[in-house]
């Protein structure tokens, strides 16, 4: 009922900036919460950034906070991640997360950040 489209994912060097998005169609009245994780080649998947749909304070790993900010814009139905600062160690595919009342959990299809020394 939900399909997510993720892009923004692209090849920087150290100390560049990049803005993922990632946008969601069909039945996206009962969100509630939004996440960014993401995953390097033979790691587990790790929490990045996290909001809810509603408003509040969002939340952050330590690795990349004061970093990156997570946004998003309702009417868009659009959870972003700015990322700044980058380091080589934020290198990896990220995943946007789209939790409903459903209760569903969506995934994104993946964009690949990729940051050079």
């Known amino acids: 009922q939900v399909q997510l489209v993720e892009s923004g994912g692209g090849l920087v060097q150290a100390g560049g900036s990049l803005r993922l998005s990632c946008t969601a169609s069909?039945?996206?009245?009962?969100?509630?919460?939004m996440a960014w994780f993401r995953q390097a080649p033979g790691k587990e998947r790790e929490f990045v950034a996290g909001?809810?749909?509603?408003?509040?304070?969002?939340s952050y790993a330590d690795s990349v906070k004061g970093r990156f900010t997570v946004s998003g814009d309702t009417a868009k139905n659009t959870v972003y991640l700015q990322m700044n600062s980058l380091k080589p160690e934020d290198t990896a595919v990220y995943y946007c997360?789209?939790?409903?009342?459903?209760?569903?959990?969506?995934w994104g299809q993946g964009t690949q950040v990729t940051v050079s020394s």
């Open positions: 997360q789209w939790m409903t009342y459903g209760p569903t959990t969506y």
């Open positions: 069909g039945r996206t009245f009962d969100t509630y919460y």
């Open positions: 909001m809810y749909w509603s408003g509040g304070s969002a």
